[in-house]
Nanobody, 121 residues
Framework: QVQLVESGGGLVQAGGSLRLSCAAS????????MGWFRQAPGKEREFVAG????????YYTGSVKGRFTYSRDNAKNTVYLQMKSLKSEDTAVYYC??????????????WGQGTQVTVSS
């Protein structure tokens, strides 16, 4: 099990950028695939991006492809979600999540507390 703490959310104008970070405590961080999820008011939680333990493979949902970049630094036990060209529809609470194993698909076991991203138009 890992404990996750997100940071980097905030208020930004449409077209702007933000970088979310998620720091993990615990051992064997590279053994965990990581995901970013988001939930907007009145909507279901959405899987936004995933990254394998090595960082060699990533996944993005269609609406963020080309605008968001997911990376990780296993030496720092941290993942990053660089978000560019933000749109009002990106407004949501963003959650970092971890699952043991190589694939970023499937059930996530550990969740952060969430960080609010608000994009003003």
């Amino acid at each position: 099990q890992v404990q996750l703490v997100e940071s980097g959310g905030g208020l930004v104008q449409a077209g702007g950028s933000l970088r979310l970070s998620c720091a993990a405590s615990g051992s064997s961080f590279s053994a965990y695939a990581m995901g970013w999820f988001r939930q907007a008011p009145g909507k279901e939680r959405e899987f936004v991006a995933g990254i394998t333990g090595s960082g060699g493979s990533t996944y993005y949902t269609g609406s963020v492809k080309g605008r968001f970049t997911y990376s990780r630094d296993n030496a720092k036990n941290t993942v990053y979600l660089q978000m560019k060209s933000l749109k009002s529809e990106d407004t949501a609470v963003y959650y970092c999540a971890a699952k043991f194993g190589s694939s970023y698909y499937g059930q996530y076991d550990c969740w952060g507390q969430g960080t609010q991203v608000t994009v003003s138009s």
